[in-house]
């Protein structure tokens, strides 16, 4: 597997010897030749940091005292060999030759964070280290510590590829990271796909200790599931199938960040023949990249936002529009005439359920009136951890945490767990999956809208009419084995 990132000019290569056994850490070089990798130890401090991240000439000295922590096994499946090509060298098969840079140390942060399917990378400074932390189907660990000296040669090299300023240290910055993987032909054979890519969303933001940085994967291999593949129930998957055919009106995500909303949302679009139908998106960041689609990016520094996109996209005559995320009174007002002249408009806001959603809207100053007018269905989700089917087994409820939110079970029905084996890495689940309920706005709902009902009415009738709660589809899953029941109820209480 070859990964080099676009556009960059600078030599940056890691390469792993295909025939050796794979060492899912981090490898570190010790001062005295031959050079030799040591898996249990992390960097110390060179004696001066140099101008730029690549000019270290002398290997870190080992520091006794930070270990890192255990990374899962590497699988069958993912045991083609790996390096790391630069535009302009290719270093030695062997990376024990190799001097510490940071260009190389983030090589083999990315290519470990592909390998164990990471949505999130954090760099924190703490006093005296840096930790470095996985984010793995939604559970966060350490993986990793080194050196503090080491930090801001990390951070800049972080910055310069992000397209951010190295010497503004003071302020929180945005930017953004794409790489291009190409397989190649290793030891052990060929690689199943030709070329993906891993986009990050960068953000820096300075603390006490310096700047933290956190890398969120927006896409690895530019996948758009479908509605079939993202957990929908039959009774659910039917109803929001007939909300999308309607052709027009409003059809919001609503759910946690990182709840699995914008994957909804590329779902529902797959539902739709984009050769027949204009389809313009308006995001930020533009997460997949998808055929037959015109998707455009906000840049609030070129004074581009999410409402002067949207004033332009209606000269663009489309037949469906996406909008990453309502998060204002005038985007919120503008979706709302879209969708009232014809326009179907899918869109996003961060709320913990349907009713929630329906009462930020009202006070973004959209009137009961128009939500029953432009409204055709609320959908809200969230995403639990499924459970590793190479090792799952029979289990026991957890009675005492359904004792303290007053969960009954019926005692006929099993649950699972899985006991972690090595292709989860001990976890006991691998991937995740999401819960739903949906709301088609009818007749009825519109009348208790414009009732200007209150909210506990509101949440009652929902709660009656809905495909089914959250709940309701969690304990199902359950049921099927295919997450746990502490899994609902961490995720629905």
């Known amino acids: 597997m070859l990964l080099k990132r676009k556009g960059d000019l600078e030599t940056a290569a890691i390469a792993r010897d295909p025939n050796a056994q794979y060492v899912p850490q981090i490898q570190v070089m010790p001062q005295t030749p031959p050079p030799q990798v040591n898996t249990q130890q992390t960097m110390a401090p060179a004696p001066a940091p140099a101008p730029r991240a690549e000019a270290f000439t002398e290997a870190p000295r080992p520091v006794s005292d930070m270990q890192r922590m255990p990374m899962p096994e590497r699988t069958e499946q993912n045991a083609v060999g790996s390096r790391l090509v630069a535009t302009r060298e290719v270093l030695p098969a062997s990376s024990e030759e190799e001097e510490f840079t940071p260009t190389n140390w983030l090589n083999n942060i990315f290519m470990e964070a592909m390998r164990l399917n990471v949505s999130d990378i954090h760099i924190i400074p ?71 890519s891993l986009n990050f969303r960068v953000s820096t933001m300075p603390t006490i200790n310096g700047e933290a940085a956190v890398l969120r994967v927006l896409s690895k291999e ?8 993202i957990g929908l129930s039959d ?15 409003v059809v919001l995500m609503t759910g946690y960040s990182g709840s699995g909303k914008t994957t909804t949302l590329y779902a529902a679009l797959n539902e739709i023949d984009a050769n027949q139908k204009v389809i313009i998106t308006l995001e930020d960041p533009v997460e997949y990249r998808v055929p037959m689609i015109q998707q455009s990016q906000v840049n609030p520094m070129a004074g581009y936002h999410f409402d002067t996109g949207l004033k332009a996209i209606l000269r663009q005559d489309p037949d469906v529009i996406m909008i990453g995320e309502i998060r204002d009174d005038e985007t919120a007002n503008i ?4 969708a009232m002249v014809g326009r179907l408009v899918l869109t996003t806001l961060h709320t913990n359920s349907i009713v929630g959603a329906l009462t930020r809207v009202s006070d973004m100053g959209i009137t009961r009136s128009v939500i029953a007018a432009a409204f055709m269905g609320v959908v809200a989700e969230r995403l639990v951890r499924k459970i590793c089917p190479a090792c799952r087994q029979e289990s026991t409820p957890p009675y005492e945490l359904m004792k303290m939110f007053n969960i009954e079970w019926p005692e006929g029905d099993k649950v699972y767990a899985g006991r972690g084996c090595d292709a989860c890495g001990q976890t006991g689940f691998v991937d995740r999956v999401g819960i739903f309920e949906i709301m088609e706005v009818d007749r009825d709902f519109e009348n208790v809208i414009l009732q200007d009902s209150p909210t506990e009415s509101l949440e009652q009738y929902v709660k009656k009419h809905v495909t089914e709660t959250l709940r309701e589809d969690g304990f199902d899953k359950v049921r099927k084995g295919i997450t746990t029941l502490e899994e609902v109820i961490r995720a629905t209480i």
């Open 126 to 196: 703490e006093r005296d280290y840096t930790s470095v932390r996985f984010r793995v189907d939604g559970v966060i660990s350490e993986v990793a510590k080194w050196d503090i000296d080491y930090h801001e040669m990390v951070l800049s090299r972080i910055k310069i590829i992000s397209g951010l300023q190295v010497v503004e240290k003071n302020i929180p910055q945005d930017g953004h990271i794409e790489l291009l993987f190409e397989q190649a032909k290793t030891a052990v054979g060929w690689g199943q796909k030709g070329a993906s």
């Open 222 to 229: 530019n996948c758009v599931l479908t509605l079939d593949q």
């Open 335 to 338: 979706a709302m005439r879209l």
């Open 235 to 249: 009774k659910s998957l039917f109803t929001l199938r007939k909300i999308l055919q309607r052709g027009h009106g």
